[in-house]
C-alpha cells in the first residue's frame, strides 16, 4: 500500500465518544479499524479523498466497486482514501442535535476538511441519502455555494449516465469505470491548488479531462411541452459529448487482494472474484448489459492468483463469482475446476450467481452445493414466449423446465423465479402465463420425483414480480411506464392466476411496491428540473427510500405539486423517436441508432442473437477488444 502506510499500533481517536456509540444500533459501522483498512501519515500525502457508499455500512462494505477503488486509490503514495457511509437514522439525529460533523471511517477526521468526496450512485433510490451525507459533512447542497473551503464532490457509477436529476448537487461525474482517469484527475488538481486557482478554473480544467463530466458548463433549453431542445457547453473547449471510460486490459489493472473486512456481519461477507465484465445478451430492459459492453473477460490465471489471495488475506469463507452472466465466461470449468480442489478443503463455500439453468450449471452447482441444496433461481422475466422474445431473453419455455427437470433429478426442491410486470406491448395472457409457467414447472416435480424421493412430499416455487421500469441506454428508454394504479392490477391479476392453478398449493407470490417504482421511474428518466423536487423532499424528512419502512410517499407528491412537475410526464408518457433525451449528451458506447433499432425489433417481436452468435453493430467494437474481436466467423471478429 506504499510507504506511508502505517501499522495501527495505536488506536485512532474515535469520532463518537463512547456514550453515543452505546446509544446506536451496530456501533462497530462508525469506528474503522478493520482488518486490512489503510491509515497513512496525512502529513505525506497530497490528496485526501473519502469513497462514500449513501447508504448504511452493511450494504455500503458489500459493494465491490468501492473495494476496487480504495485500493487502487490507498496504492498512489500521494494519495489516502477514506471510507464513509450513510449514518443510520439514530445517529444521523444524534449528529445533528450536538453538531457532531460526518467523518472518514480510517481518520475519524471530517469528511469537510478532505480534497474530495467521491460517491457511487449504485441506484436511484439513494438520492435523498446523498444529500444526508452532504449536509452532516458541512458542504453546501448546490455544487455553486462551494467554495476551495469545501471538498471537491464527485459522483460515479451506473447512474450517473443519467445525471441530470442530481446535476445541481455535483461538482463533476465521472462517467465510466474508475481505472482509467482518476490518476489524471488528481493531477490536474493537484496543479490547480499549487498554482492557487479559483475553483471554476480547476472544473474546466477537470471536464478536459476524457469522462468527466461538470454539469455547471452545460446549458439545458427546453421546448414549451417541457422536452429538451438543446444542452450545449456554456462556453468554447468544453466538450459537447462525454464518452464513458473503459478499462479493456481487465487482467491487468487494479483489483483488492486485501479486502477490508468488516467487524459486522454485512449483506455480502464474502471475498468476490470478478471474473469479467459486461453480457452478451443483450436483453432489452437490460441497463447493465448495454453500458458495461463489450465483454471483457480476466484471465483464469490471474482469478486463481487472487481467489487465493483474498482468501488468505480476509479469512472469509465464502467466494462468488461476480459478473453479469457468469455462464458465459469462457474459461468457467478450468476455474471451477481449481476453486472447486482448493475450497473444499479448506471448507469454504462457493456462490455461483447469474448462472444459466442448464445442464453443467447444475452438475456444478450439485457439486458445490452437494450437502446442502438450497434454492435456485431463474429469471424468465415474462410468463409467456411472446414477450420474452419482445425483451429478447432468449429464454424458451422448453429450456426453462427441460431445466427445472434437472434441477428435481439433482435434489432441489425449491425454485425462485423472477418475472417484471409493465413491460412494453404485455396483455393479460402474457400476465396469466406467469401462473401458468410456475404450475408446469410444480407439475415437472411431480412427475420426475418419485412419491419416496420428495423431501417432506412437497416443492416451493416461489414468484416474485418487481415492476419494469424503463432505462436510459436500453432500446426500451422510449418506452412508456404503467402508472400506481395499471401496476397494481397486474400484480393482482398475477396472484388470482396463480390461486387458479392445480398446484397452487407449492407456489408462493411476492411483489414490490408501486410507488417506490413510480418514484424510481421519475429519476431514471429525470431531467435538472427533479433537483428541487429532491432537495425539498430532504428537508421534509425523506431519507433512506430504499427501505420501504421509511419509504414516504405522499411527502414526495407534495414535492412534485409545490414544484408544479407532472410524474406522468416522466413515466408514462411514450417518448417520441426524435426526442432529445437529458443524457443524449453522453455516450456509453452502444449507439441511439442501435438502440432504436432494438426498439423497432421489439415491437416486431423479433429476437436479436447475442453477440457471440452474430454481431448487431452496437457501436461497442470502437473500444477495440473483447468479445468484439473474438473470431466468430461472421465476418466481424478478428
Given at each position: 500500500?506504499?510507504?506511508?502506510?502505517?501499522?495501527?499500533?495505536?488506536?485512532?481517536?474515535?469520532?463518537?465518544?463512547?456514550?453515543?456509540?452505546?446509544?446506536?444500533?451496530?456501533?462497530?459501522?462508525?469506528?474503522?479499524?478493520?482488518?486490512?483498512?489503510?491509515?497513512?501519515?496525512?502529513?505525506?500525502?497530497?490528496?485526501?479523498?473519502?469513497?462514500?457508499?449513501?447508504?448504511?455500512?452493511?450494504?455500503?462494505?458489500?459493494?465491490?466497486?468501492?473495494?476496487?477503488?480504495?485500493?487502487?486509490?490507498?496504492?498512489?503514495?500521494?494519495?489516502?482514501?477514506?471510507?464513509?457511509?450513510?449514518?443510520?437514522?439514530?445517529?444521523?439525529?444524534?449528529?445533528?442535535?450536538?453538531?457532531?460533523?460526518?467523518?472518514?471511517?480510517?481518520?475519524?477526521?471530517?469528511?469537510?476538511?478532505?480534497?474530495?468526496?467521491?460517491?457511487?450512485?449504485?441506484?436511484?433510490?439513494?438520492?435523498?441519502?446523498?444529500?444526508?451525507?452532504?449536509?452532516?459533512?458541512?458542504?453546501?447542497?448546490?455544487?455553486?455555494?462551494?467554495?476551495?473551503?469545501?471538498?471537491?464532490?464527485?459522483?460515479?457509477?451506473?447512474?450517473?449516465?443519467?445525471?441530470?436529476?442530481?446535476?445541481?448537487?455535483?461538482?463533476?461525474?465521472?462517467?465510466?469505470?474508475?481505472?482509467?482517469?482518476?490518476?489524471?484527475?488528481?493531477?490536474?488538481?493537484?496543479?490547480?491548488?499549487?498554482?492557487?486557482?479559483?475553483?471554476?478554473?480547476?472544473?474546466?480544467?477537470?471536464?478536459?479531462?476524457?469522462?468527466?463530466?461538470?454539469?455547471?458548463?452545460?446549458?439545458?433549453?427546453?421546448?414549451?411541452?417541457?422536452?429538451?431542445?438543446?444542452?450545449?457547453?456554456?462556453?468554447?473547449?468544453?466538450?459537447?459529448?462525454?464518452?464513458?471510460?473503459?478499462?479493456?486490459?481487465?487482467?491487468?489493472?487494479?483489483?483488492?487482494?486485501?479486502?477490508?473486512?468488516?467487524?459486522?456481519?454485512?449483506?455480502?461477507?464474502?471475498?468476490?472474484?470478478?471474473?469479467?465484465?459486461?453480457?452478451?445478451?443483450?436483453?432489452?430492459?437490460?441497463?447493465?448489459?448495454?453500458?458495461?459492453?463489450?465483454?471483457?473477460?480476466?484471465?483464469?490465471?490471474?482469478?486463481?492468483?487472487?481467489?487465493?489471495?483474498?482468501?488468505?488475506?480476509?479469512?472469509?469463507?465464502?467466494?462468488?463469482?461476480?459478473?453479469?452472466?457468469?455462464?458465459?465466461?469462457?474459461?468457467?470449468?478450468?476455474?471451477?475446476?481449481?476453486?472447486?480442489?482448493?475450497?473444499?478443503?479448506?471448507?469454504?463455500?462457493?456462490?455461483?450467481?447469474?448462472?444459466?439453468?442448464?445442464?453443467?450449471?447444475?452438475?456444478?452447482?450439485?457439486?458445490?452445493?452437494?450437502?446442502?441444496?438450497?434454492?435456485?433461481?431463474?429469471?424468465?422475466?415474462?410468463?409467456?414466449?411472446?414477450?420474452?422474445?419482445?425483451?429478447?431473453?432468449?429464454?424458451?419455455?422448453?429450456?426453462?423446465?427441460?431445466?427445472?427437470?434437472?434441477?428435481?433429478?439433482?435434489?432441489?426442491?425449491?425454485?425462485?423465479?423472477?418475472?417484471?410486470?409493465?413491460?412494453?406491448?404485455?396483455?393479460?395472457?402474457?400476465?396469466?402465463?406467469?401462473?401458468?409457467?410456475?404450475?408446469?414447472?410444480?407439475?415437472?416435480?411431480?412427475?420426475?420425483?418419485?412419491?419416496?424421493?420428495?423431501?417432506?412430499?412437497?416443492?416451493?416455487?416461489?414468484?416474485?414480480?418487481?415492476?419494469?421500469?424503463?432505462?436510459?441506454?436500453?432500446?426500451?428508454?422510449?418506452?412508456?411506464?404503467?402508472?400506481?394504479?395499471?401496476?397494481?392490477?397486474?400484480?393482482?391479476?398475477?396472484?388470482?392466476?396463480?390461486?387458479?392453478?392445480?398446484?397452487?398449493?407449492?407456489?408462493?407470490?411476492?411483489?414490490?411496491?408501486?410507488?417506490?417504482?413510480?418514484?424510481?421511474?421519475v429519476f431514471a428518466r429525470g431531467d435538472r428540473k427533479i433537483s428541487e423536487v429532491i432537495r425539498k423532499a430532504y428537508e421534509k424528512g425523506c431519507l433512506f427510500d430504499a427501505w420501504s419502512e421509511y419509504f414516504k410517499n405522499d411527502l414526495w407528491l407534495e414535492c412534485f405539486d409545490e414544484c408544479g412537475l407532472d410524474i406522468?410526464?416522466?413515466?408514462?408518457?411514450?417518448?417520441?423517436?426524435?426526442?432529445?433525451?437529458?443524457?443524449?449528451?453522453?455516450?456509453?458506447?452502444?449507439?441511439?441508432?442501435?438502440?432504436?433499432?432494438?426498439?423497432?425489433?421489439?415491437?416486431?417481436?423479433?429476437?436479436?442473437?447475442?453477440?457471440?452468435?452474430?454481431?448487431?453493430?452496437?457501436?461497442?467494437?470502437?473500444?477495440?477488444?473483447?468479445?468484439?474481436?473474438?473470431?466468430?466467423?461472421?465476418?466481424?471478429?478478428?
Open positions: 500500500m506504499g510507504k506511508h502506510a502505517l501499522q495501527k499500533q495505536t488506536v485512532q481517536k474515535l469520532a463518537l465518544t463512547d456514550e453515543i456509540l452505546l446509544r446506536v444500533e451496530k456501533p462497530a459501522r462508525y469506528i474503522g479499524n478493520e482488518v486490512n483498512a489503510v491509515v497513512k501519515d496525512k502529513e505525506k500525502v497530497d490528496v485526501r479523498m473519502a469513497m462514500c457508499f449513501p447508504d448504511v455500512y452493511e450494504i455500503g462494505m458489500s459493494h465491490l466497486g468501492i473495494q476496487i477503488l480504495y485500493d487502487m486509490f490507498n496504492r498512489f503514495e500521494d494519495v489516502w482514501c477514506e471510507r464513509v457511509y450513510s449514518p443510520w437514522l439514530d445517529l444521523d439525529r444524534i449528529m445533528r442535535e450536538e453538531h457532531i460533523p460526518l467523518f472518514g471511517l480510517e481518520s475519524q477526521e471530517p469528511v469537510k476538511d478532505l480534497d474530495f468526496l467521491a460517491i457511487t450512485i449504485q441506484y436511484e433510490m439513494c438520492y435523498t441519502n446523498i444529500l444526508q451525507v452532504l449536509d452532516l459533512s458541512g458542504i453546501p447542497l448546490r455544487a455553486e455555494e462551494r467554495t476551495w473551503g469545501h471538498p471537491v464532490v464527485i459522483g460515479g457509477g451506473p447512474c450517473t449516465y443519467n445525471p441530470e436529476p442530481i446535476a445541481e448537487f455535483f461538482d463533476l461525474f465521472y462517467i465510466g469505470e474508475g481505472e482509467t482517469r482518476y490518476r489524471e484527475l488528481l493531477d490536474v488538481y493537484k496543479k490547480a491548488r499549487r498554482e492557487g486557482v479559483e475553483r471554476e478554473e480547476f472544473l474546466r480544467r477537470a471536464a478536459k479531462v476524457p469522462g468527466i463530466y461538470v454539469p455547471s458548463l452545460y446549458r439545458v433549453e427546453y421546448k414549451e411541452d417541457g422536452t429538451i431542445r438543446t444542452m450545449v457547453p456554456v462556453e468554447d473547449g468544453i466538450p459537447a459529448t462525454v464518452r464513458k471510460e473503459i478499462e479493456m486490459e481487465v487482467s491487468d489493472t487494479y483489483y483488492p487482494k486485501k479486502p477490508v473486512v468488516p467487524f459486522i456481519k454485512v449483506t455480502q461477507d464474502r471475498v468476490v472474484l470478478e471474473i469479467q465484465r459486461g453480457c452478451i445478451r443483450g436483453c432489452r430492459f437490460c441497463q447493465a448489459g448495454q453500458l458495461y459492453r463489450p465483454v471483457r473477460e480476466r484471465d483464469v490465471d490471474m482469478l486463481k492468483e487472487y481467489a487465493l489471495d483474498m482468501l488468505k488475506n480476509t479469512g472469509h469463507e465464502e467466494i462468488s463469482l461476480s459478473s453479469l452472466s457468469s455462464s458465459d465466461y469462457s474459461k468457467l470449468p478450468e476455474l471451477l475446476d481449481f476453486l472447486l480442489g482448493e475450497c473444499s478443503r479448506r471448507n469454504i463455500n462457493i456462490s455461483l450467481p447469474s448462472l444459466r439453468i442448464d445442464a453443467f450449471s447444475l452438475d456444478v452447482m450439485g457439486k458445490v452445493q452437494d450437502v446442502k441444496k438450497s434454492s435456485l433461481t431463474f429469471a424468465p422475466e415474462a410468463g409467456s414466449q411472446r414477450l420474452r422474445d419482445v425483451i429478447n431473453k432468449g429464454l424458451t419455455e422448453s429450456v426453462i423446465l427441460d431445466g427445472a427437470a434437472m434441477a428435481f433429478e439433482g435434489g432441489w426442491t425449491r425454485v425462485k423465479l423472477y418475472f417484471m410486470l409493465g413491460l412494453p406491448t404485455e396483455n393479460e395472457e402474457d400476465i396469466r402465463g406467469i401462473g401458468d409457467l410456475c404450475n408446469k414447472i410444480a407439475a415437472v416435480f411431480f412427475e420426475t420425483v418419485p412419491k419416496e424421493k420428495r423431501v417432506n412430499g412437497k416443492v416451493q416455487i416461489v414468484a416474485s414480480t418487481s415492476f419494469f421500469i424503463p432505462k436510459p441506454f436500453t432500446p426500451f428508454q422510449w418506452a412508456p411506464m404503467c402508472t400506481k394504479e395499471e401496476f397494481l392490477e397486474k400484480a393482482y391479476l398475477t396472484r388470482s392466476s396463480i390461486k387458479e392453478q392445480l398446484n397452487q398449493k407449492s407456489i408462493k407470490y411476492n411483489w414490490h411496491e408501486a410507488d417506490v417504482s413510480v418514484l424510481e421511474g406522468g410526464f416522466y413515466t408514462t408518457r411514450e417518448r417520441m423517436p426524435d426526442e432529445v433525451f437529458p443524457w443524449d449528451f453522453l455516450d456509453c458506447g452502444v449507439t441511439k441508432e442501435f438502440l432504436a433499432r432494438e426498439w423497432k425489433k421489439a415491437m416486431e417481436e423479433t429476437v436479436s442473437p447475442n453477440c457471440r452468435m452474430q454481431c448487431q453493430g452496437c457501436g461497442a467494437s470502437r473500444f477495440g477488444g473483447g468479445v468484439c474481436f473474438e473470431d466468430r466467423g461472421d465476418g466481424y471478429g478478428t
